[in-house]
């Protein structure tokens, strides 16, 4: 992995490969280019000549560096978009009897009680805009998660006007980049593997499917609730935002 990270660094930093050997835990730049020769077939200066290269070395752990400063972990079967799609059911099915067992410990009246809704632990200070700035940034984050990025979360509330425009342009570069990220984890049957995610503290061990699976439960229901309170404001083109035609088609 330390080799992998220099291999990385070589092609996307301007370090000196002295600097570059003594971080990867190298006592001198000869001990570094004589090892980096032996996994890369070509000393450093060679390798960053080309930057086009891939920098992962067989590894019988599977374990690989993820730029700029995470660790990929292998998957233990491959996993395609289905799998997680099969997996979110089978989590609706049990959490269906799970809350019919929990209902079951409750009196008549409180069974039958109109419910008012409640978002308390989920989400706070909930507005149009707020849930529109939620929805945005949870791309966002998760985005940084995956790409080992520091992340901020935005100041949202009654006290934080975002800008409808904004909001505008930062879902069209997060939109399409969190679209291209599932699709590429698709494509290589990448749902099982997991990232560390070093923007939770501590950090944290998720899957890429259970991320994906995250993101669409949670989205949904703040969804869900935007489409009642654009109903209550007399916009009602959206319908109910269900997917099942903009799936079909």
Not at 41 to 69: D, K, N, T, Y
Not at 107 to 124: F, H, N, R, T
Not at 144 to 157: K, L, M, N, T
Not at 183 to 199: A, K, P
């Amino acid at each position: 992995m330390l080799l992998e990270r220099a291999a990385y660094r070589l092609l996307a930093e301007t370090s000196g490969v002295l600097h570059l050997a003594i971080d990867a835990g190298y006592g001198s730049h000869e001990a570094f280019t004589r090892a980096f020769a032996r996994a890369y077939g070509m000393p450093p200066r060679e390798w960053r000549r080309e930057p086009s290269r891939r920098f992962f070395l067989a590894a019988p752990s599977g374990v690989h560096f993820q730029p700029p400063a995470g660790l990929r972990l292998p998957a233990t079967k491959e996993a395609r978009g289905m799998d997680v799609l099969v997996r979110m059911v089978e989590h609706h099915v049990w959490l269906t009897g799970e809350m019919i067992e929990r209902g079951s410990q409750l009196p008549a009246e409180e069974l039958d009680k109109p419910i008012e809704l409640s978002v308390e632990g989920i989400d706070d200070d909930v507005s149009i805009r707020y849930l529109l700035d939620r929805l945005v940034w949870q791309e966002e984050m998760w985005l940084a998660s995956v790409e080992d990025r520091p992340f901020q979360v935005p100041e949202c509330g009654k006290q934080v006007i975002t800008p409808i425009a904004e909001l505008r342009t930062r879902h069209a570069e997060a939109g399409s980049r969190f679209v291209a990220l599932v699709t590429r984890l698709n494509e290589e049957g990448r749902f099982d593997e997991s990232f560390v995610d070093t923007t939770c503290e501590p950090p944290r061990v998720f899957t890429y499917g259970g991320m994906v699976a995250h993101v669409l439960t949670f989205a949904a229901h703040r969804r869900s609730l935007l489409v009642g309170a654009f109903h209550t404001a007399g916009i009602t083109d959206l319908g109910f935002g269900d997917p099942m035609h903009f799936v079909a088609g």
